[in-house]
Each structure stands twice: as C-alpha cells, then as structure tokens.
C-alpha cells in the first residue's frame, strides 16, 4: 500500500529520531511518502494538500497536525512568525479553525476514495502549550468521531503526567530546532537537562522516543487492518 504521512516537523523528526521510518521498519511492504514540513499548521496541510499528498495518488493518507496550531496559541512571541512564514491572519489558529482545516483534508480525502488515519500530537513542554494542544486535539477527536475516521491518541499516551512550569517559547527555539534538522543534537544531555520524558526540548522526539512513538503507531495501523 502507498501511505502518505502528512505533518509537520515530528513525522521526519531530528537527525537520528525519524518516526516515519521507524514505522516503515515495523511495517514491511508498504510504500510510505513523508511529507513532512517544519512548523506547518492545519492551514498549511491543507494548502498543500493536492501538490504534496494527491499528486502522489496514495492509496491510504496519515495525518497529524495541530502542533503548532496549539504553539500559535500558547507561545505570543512566535506569532510574527507564524503570521509571516506560515501566512496565519493575526499569527495563531484556534482549535475550531484547525478542526475545520483538517475536516476540509479529510473530505477531500474522501472524496478521492483515500482512506485516511489521524493522530494527535503529543507535547511535554509547559503546561499552558499542553493545555492549548488538548483543546486542538479534543476538537480534532470530535471531528474523527463525526466524521468516522480512526484517530490515535498520541498525546494520551506519550505526554508525562506532570508537567513542570517552563518559560515561553522565543523565536530562538526556531533557530535551534532548524540547526538541529542538519546536525543531531546531544538528545540525552538535553533530555536530562531539561527533565524530560520522552523528548529533548518537550517536543521533538529523542531517538527512543521516536520509537516510541512509531510503535504506537505501527499498532494502530495494525488495527486498522495493515500487515507487514
């Protein structure tokens, strides 16, 4: 099967720690197509939906977006960004909007007769950005139901149940995290530094927590059917 997985950033991770192809070497035999960009909210998936996910004619799509929907919310000082680099009206998305994104993915999806999977993003890093990304992936979990779309719940299984008070994100975590997609970081030092769970920065995957991750699901797409 030709599989599609549409994200942001966490689907090819950091150097070292790329989820997708820890799913590709827990299911044999299928095609996967990463698509995956840094930063990308639901508006953006979408936009590029037909050059980046249809003109692959895939037989099944897996989504995971709401990430950054959620950081456009939570952290103020990113808005610039995001209203400059992802072309977000005021800088941030709500979780209606980004419901209402990825219901215009999913029918789209549909009516191509492309089966699609969802999962929602998990986050550790500070408790308001969490508390943003539930209220995106509540609304994305509504919608699935609605809509009958299987949907795994990342976030319910890989965010700690304690999450320490951290400071706001500042647009220089964009510049590391850019740095980091051409040479790996120390993942264990920062994991440790900054206590942690399964990430370095509370929300890019460690290697092992990439596996993680990938493990889940593997699992799910074997529930839904696949082999391999």
């Known amino acids: ?17 790329c989820v997708v192809d820890e799913v590709a070497a827990g299911l044999r035999g299928h095609r996967f197509i ?7 909210t639901s508006l953006n998936l979408y936009q590029r939906l037909e050059e980046e996910v249809l003109a692959h004619d895939p037989e099944a799509v897996f989504v995971m977006a709401g990430l950054h929907d959620a950081i456009s919310q939570s952290e103020a000082a990113l808005r610039p960004w995001y209203r400059w680099q992802k072309g977000l009206r ?20 549909e009516r191509h007769n492309i089966r ?25 979990r509504q919608l699935c139901e ?20 951290r400071p706001p994100l500042q647009p220089s975590w964009l510049l590391r995290v850019w740095s980091w997609q051409w040479r790996a970081p120390d993942y264990e030092r920062l994991r440790r530094r ?35």
């Open 1 to 17: 099967m030709k599989i599609v997985f549409c994200g942001d950033e966490l689907l090819p991770g950091l150097p070292g720690a």
């Open 194 to 228: 900054g206590a942690f769970s399964y990430t370095c920065d509370g929300l890019h995957p460690t290697p092992d927590g990439a596996r993680v991750m990938a493990q889940a699901i593997v699992d799910f797409l074997r529930e839904q059917g696949l082999t391999g």
């Open 34 to 40: 990463l698509r995956g960009r840094l930063g990308d």
């Open 116 to 140: 699609a999977w969802v999962a929602t993003p998990p986050a550790e890093y500070r408790p308001s950005l969490v508390a943003a990304l539930e209220e995106v992936n509540a609304a994305t």
């Open 146 to 165: 609605e809509l009958h779309v299987p949907i795994l719940n990342l976030q319910g299984r890989m965010t700690p149940e304690s999450i320490p008070s």
């Open 90 to 109: 005021g800088g941030r998305l709500s979780a209606i909007a980004c419901r209402e994104n990825l219901r215009a993915i999913l029918e789209i999806l």
